[in-house]
């Protein structure tokens, strides 16, 4: 059974950081690709940033030099580093991977940026 599981979210002022962790379980994790999505109040959710099993990254355009995706494989573990916060950040923070077709996400953390 694939689980997904965030953590490191909370209220941080403008201008902050935030580390996010998504542990894996029931995956040999280094087989796949790793991403992070958020969805804000009345928003659709949209990608974030993603990791290849090479470690290869893309990010949206709106966290690009701010935030960066990592993983590290015997932990099972995928990171997203968040600096430079912006009121605009704010949202749930979902991790997700693909296996063959189906979409596996977590249950989210929240991120809350405000002073």
């Known amino acids: 059974q694939v689980q997904l599981v965030e953590s490191g979210g909370g209220l941080v002022q403008p201008g902050g950081s935030l580390r996010l962790s998504c542990a894996a379980s029931?995956?040999?994790?280094?087989?796949?690709?790793m991403g992070w999505y958020r969805q804000a109040p009345g928003k659709q959710r949209e990608l974030v940033a993603t990791?290849?099993?090479?470690?290869?990254?893309v990010y949206a355009d709106s966290v690009k030099g701010r935030f960066t995706i990592s993983r590290d494989n015997a932990k099972k573990t995928v990171f997203l580093q968040m600096n430079s916060l912006k009121p605009e950040d704010t949202a749930v923070y979902y991790c997700?991977?693909?296996?063959?077709?189906?979409?596996?996400w977590g249950r989210g953390t929240q991120v809350t940026v405000s002073s």
């Open positions: 997700n991977t693909r296996i063959r077709t189906h979409d596996y």
């Open positions: 990791i290849t099993i090479g470690g290869s990254t």
């Open positions: 029931g995956i040999t994790f280094d087989s796949y690709a």
